[in-house]
């Protein structure tokens, strides 16, 4: 704990000794979120946020920006009196650094830009759900904060030409999505099926992480956009590989004659290019937005060893498959504000076969000069095989009501009712509706 505000101290320390000679601001957030099981009132959240951003401008030439966020999460690991006798199985605290880069302006030539270190490249025009941002990789330890990245150090190079803009992107190292956490792990996994006659003793599982080498970790990427009839487009290209492990190995040990078996797992993170386009603008006063990602995968192969005997499949065919959003949102005349869009093929789906489709809405309304907002309708519906649709769905509300009785504090107090059959990231979370309640002070 020392460490962690020595670190925020000396950050502070740096950008104030700097203060007289630079633009230099601090501003953040105290947030906190608390979640409860709304059949037996088991709490499943429970965390506490400090977030600092350190931003400055140096003689119109360059510009530092920092991200940091001290965390308190998850419950207190308690089985003996030793770990008592300390804080860190009591008090689980982390920072982490969401960004940290520098900004070099006309960096050589007139109309170049660069940003050299740990940042968030949001890439696409959809509300959160970007199939063509594929940059950074997926934070979905909170499976409900959909759009959520992690940063990545890289190199972003920006050049102005006219009315168009060509953006090149460098990553050196390759960083996995972070996956849910606790009772939400079954929204995208499903379990794993056994042959018949077979019952699992023990399970293990191995993840195998690209080499840090340039030719297997490295991702790159490029964007050229511009505006057109006052509508944003952009098209883009993406070489790297997918942040979610994908199963290609199952070693299955039997242990007697009865079919008990361990089982051994080994995932990898495939390669895979990405091509895409989006486009944002408005029509007859309401906004709207489109993107589609053309997805090119490696050809991943599947074995299964049995004993001495191993069947080979495919775990994922290099056919090309497409994620597309197109959504919209309009304020009423008398205050609703609508937000809605139509997903096919949610981050964690691969394949053509795998995509699924989603629709995703938000109904809000303020009162009392914007003290009070409620959201009486809000959430996502996602249909896995329409041909017998009343029996493949999922469905997700979110309604929620926030107060705000001073500036910038925010009180939110909410639920997630979960339904739905089949098997879908919604349906897997059907016994788990959650009440929550949030807090957020921004400075």
């Not at 633009?23 to 009132?41: A, S, V």
Request: aromatic share 16%.
């Amino acid at each position: 704990m020392k460490k962690i505000f020595m670190v925020i101290s000396i950050l502070i320390a740096i950008f104030s000794n700097s203060y007289a000679q630079a633009d230099f601001n601090i501003n953040g957030f105290l947030k906190t979120d608390n979640r409860m099981l709304t059949d037996d009132n088991s709490f499943t959240w429970n965390e506490n946020q400090l977030g600092l951003k350190f931003e400055g401008s140096y003689s119109g030439n360059y510009h530092l920006y920092s991200e940091v966020r001290l965390r308190g999460f998850n419950f207190p690991e308690v089985s003996q009196t030793a770990d008592l006798q300390g804080k860190d199985n009591i008090y689980k605290w982390g920072l982490e650094f969401r960004e940290a880069y520098l900004d070099l302006y006309q960096f050589g030539l007139e109309d170049l830009d660069v940003r050299i270190g740990r940042q968030i490249l949001s890439w696409g025009t959809a509300d959160k759900l970007n199939p063509t941002g594929n940059i950074c990789p997926e934070d979905l330890e909170d499976v409900f904060n959909f759009g959520e990245q992690s940063g990545v150090n890289s190199v972003l190079a920006t050049y102005y030409l006219g009315d168009f803009t060509f953006s090149g992107v460098y990553v050196p190292a390759f960083t996995p999505a972070v996956l849910p956490s606790g009772i939400y792990v079954s929204a995208l996994f499903e379990p794993m099926e056994l042959p018949p006659g077979m019952t699992l003793r023990k399970y293990g599982d191995k993840i195998i992480l690209p080499e840090q080498k340039f030719t297997e970790s490295s991702q790159a990427a490029f964007k050229v956009g511009t505006n057109l009839f006052d509508y944003d487009l952009s098209f883009s290209y993406y070489y790297g590989r997918d942040d979610l492990p994908l199963l290609n190995k199952v070693i299955i040990f039997p242990v007697d004659t009865l079919g008990t078996v361990d089982v051994t797992a080994e995932m990898i993170y495939p390669k895979m290019q990405v091509i895409g386009t989006d486009f944002a603008g408005s029509f007859l006063d309401v906004g709207i937005w489109g993107e589609a990602a053309i997805t090119i995968p490696d050809e991943v192969e599947m074995q299964t060893i049995v004993g001495d005997s191993t069947t080979i499949s495919i775990a994922l065919k290099d056919d090309p498959y497409c994620k597309f959003v197109l959504g919209g949102d309009y304020t009423f005349k008398n205050g609703i504000y609508l937000n809605t869009q139509y997903l096919h093929g949610f981050v964690h789906e691969r394949g053509n076969d795998s995509l699924n489709d989603y629709l995703t809405f938000r109904f809000e309304k303020k009162f009392f000069n914007d003290e009070l907002k409620i959201v009486p309708i809000g959430g996502a519906v996602s249909v896995t095989d329409w041909d017998d649709y009343e029996n493949n769905y999922g469905l997700v509300l979110n309604p929620e009501l926030s107060f705000f009785p001073y500036d910038n504090i925010e009180m939110i107090l909410g639920a997630y009712i979960l339904d739905g059959k089949g098997s879908n990231m919604f349906s897997n979370l059907k016994d788990n509706d959650e009440v929550y309640f949030k807090a957020k002070v921004s400075f």
